[in-house]
């Protein structure tokens, strides 16, 4: 029996709004896909290609899902959902627990993976790594750009939405492991080509592997993301600082071993997160001044540099004092 009812419903903040799961579809072995829907038929953001949203569970967890359904449609968000054997649990829910008529939270959208003009495109996926792709496919053939895709899983019948990518032809390239061995990266990126983007997204030795691939093309060349953090290794200092909320007038310090966003909760100011891996984006905040020490995967090398912004979920600070728009 599945119903509105049957499980209890999500409270809505301001920063989600709550929808129903008006399909679920097996897709691929250990990969759901999720049809959400306002309730009352609204409207849902705009969003665009490599966008991504948090999915609230009646239980209380949060996890992020890229959306991968057709941007045009104003009235559902779709996401694809890999079970994860070693996950903490949110993926075995909505595999085995959440149904058709169940309430979620819904947060975003956000994006920190967009589709930046290019006159080439070159797309890599690894296994769920697809989803993100797969509206950014739809946007470079709309736009009559040059593209291919690689996408490569440990074997065909555990690859997500190949059915959406047959009607591409010789664009899309499929090969799974177990009939093709490793992606052969170097012979589908080639030699580095003018107005050529390369976007990857998959597990970790993918973008490993890529990143070396690419590491004698232009900057800025390749564009990847995450599913999880990468190794975020020892601070740049161990000594504690201080953290000043200029909004609030108020001054945490920062000791060793403990997180700048813990620390600001500490002192009762919320900053709206979800991933706490630096990864999803949601905590975002403005560096008024000092030099934070970044420890996120979201941003780039000048936006490093620039320092006016940091996710404090992960990151820290060079300096003895750090000044937030908070």
């Known amino acids: ?29 250990d990969v759901v896909a999720l049809t959400l829907a306002s309730p009352d038929g609204a409207r849902l953001p705009d969003w665009a290609p490599g966008a991504h ?48 008529g169940d309430l979620v939270g819904v947060g975003g959208p956000r994006n920190n993976f967009p589709l930046v003009p290019a006159d080439r495109y070159l797309f890599v996926a690894g296994g769920i790594g697809i ?17 291919q895709l690689l996408y490569g899983g440990r074997r065909r019948a555990s690859m997500a939405f190949l059915d959406r990518l047959s009607g591409y032809g010789d664009r899309v390239r499929v090969a799974p492991q177990d009939e093709s061995g490793l992606l052969d990266l170097a012979g589908f990126l080639g030699r580095p080509q003018p107005g050529t983007r390369v976007y990857c997204c998959g597990p970790a030795p993918l973008l490993a592997a890529i990143e070396a691939a690419c590491s004698d093309w232009p900057p800025y060349s390749l564009r990847t993301e995450r599913f999880a953090g ?25 000791g060793p071993g403990v997180g700048v966003l813990e620390a600001i909760g500490s002192v009762g100011v919320e900053v709206l997160s979800s991933c706490r891996q630096g990864t999803c984006g949601t905590c975002e905040t403005t560096v008024l ?19 006016d912004c940091m996710y404090p979920c992960v990151s820290r600070s060079l300096d003895d004092r750090l000044v937030l728009d908070l």
Not at 131 to 147: I, K, S
């Open 1 to 29: 029996m599945t119903s509105t009812q049957r499980l209890t419903p999500v409270a809505a903040t301001t920063s989600t709004v709550v929808l129903e799961v008006v399909d679920k579809t097996l897709v691929a072995e």
């Open 289 to 307: 001044a000092g030099r934070p020490d970044h420890r996120d995967s979201l941003l780039d090398d000048d936006e490093r540099a620039a320092g």
């Open 230 to 254: 990468g190794d975020l290794g020892a601070p740049a200092r161990s000594a504690p600082f201080e953290v000043e909320l200029a909004r609030t007038g108020r001054t945490v310090t920062v």
């Open 131 to 147: 989803t993100p792709l797969l509206p950014m496919l739809h946007q470079a053939d709309l736009l009559g750009a040059d593209w």
């Open 53 to 100: 949203v948090d999915l609230v569970l009646p239980t209380g967890m949060t996890r992020q899902y890229s959306l991968c359904g057709d941007r045009f449609d104003p009235s559902t968000y779709r996401i694809g959902v890999l079970r994860e054997a070693s996950g903490r649990g949110g993926s075995a829910y909505v595999h085995d627990v959440l149904a058709p």
